[in-house]
């Protein structure tokens, strides 16, 4: 597999400094690649014209969704509109440090649905631990989408991206439930968070993806604006 078959695709809303890194950094450790960004952003943002800038320039595709439309909406949103194999979604909140995708894309096949960090949730989507109730289900392996190589075929064989803090569970969870979970692969050079502590995890650093907990939470709060708009799926 070559890195012409896969498209890189994120969300982003109002948080130009923030995706300007990502993109900066993916650029000079992975070279030029095949980019999608769904964004959110209010077209007298900062964020958008950025954007709307580098589509002009030919060096991504961008769709402007003129609200914020959410992370998991956005990123099946730009999973419909990519016409290669694969995807790697990435949060517009990291930065790389060290290209990982050749490794990644080592591991993918026809019969892997996605590869990258694999943690745990419950059946709320919430991490594995937080809440007491957890303890009487199993716990459900779950691919963090901040960067994580997906089969565009295989994710249609499954639930959606859905608007949730964890955008990924209820795919994860019908995936559980069908005892197809083994289609995940960890990559072990991703870490997650490389800061914060959650009810199962803690912030560790990695060597190619930096992603401290909060990032464009952090940012929207700051604006006053709330971190995810809206009332999360269930």
């Known amino acids: 597999m070559k890195h012409t078959d896969i498209t890189l695709i994120s969300v982003t809303y109002n948080t130009r400094d923030l995706i300007e890194t990502a993109i900066n950094s993916i650029n000079r450790h992975c070279g030029k690649q095949n980019m999608y960004i769904v964004d959110g952003s209010e077209r007298n943002n900062d964020c958008y014209k950025y954007l709307e800038a580098m589509a002009l320039g030919g060096d991504l595709r961008m769709y402007s969704a003129g609200y914020n439309i959410g992370h998991g909406h956005g990123l099946d949103l730009a999973i419909e509109r990519v016409q290669t194999p694969y995807a790697l979604m990435f949060d517009s909140d990291i930065e790389i440090l060290k290209n990982p995708i050749p ?47 997906v089969n565009i075929e295989m994710y249609h064989r499954f639930k959606p991206l859905c608007h949730h803090g964890a955008p990924f569970f209820k795919s994860m969870v019908d995936m559980h439930d069908k005892g197809e979970a083994w289609r995940l692969k960890a990559f072990k050079g991703l870490t997650g968070h490389t800061s914060g502590k959650g009810a199962n995890w803690i912030g560790t650093p990695s060597e190619y993806v930096r992603h401290d907990f909060g990032g464009t939470r952090k940012a929207n709060k700051a604006m006053g604006k709330k971190e995810i708009f809206g009332q999360w799926e269930k």
Do not use: N
């Not at 943690?119 to 303890?135: F, I, L, M, N």
């Not at 716990?139 to 960067?147: A, Q, R, V």
């Open 103 to 149: 490794e990644m894309l080592g591991l993918m096949d026809e019969e892997t649905y996605g590869v990258g960090w694999i943690t745990e949730v419950g059946r709320d989507g919430y991490d594995y631990g937080t809440w007491a109730w957890h303890k009487k289900e199993s716990p459900i392996k779950y691919l963090h989408p901040y960067f994580a190589l």
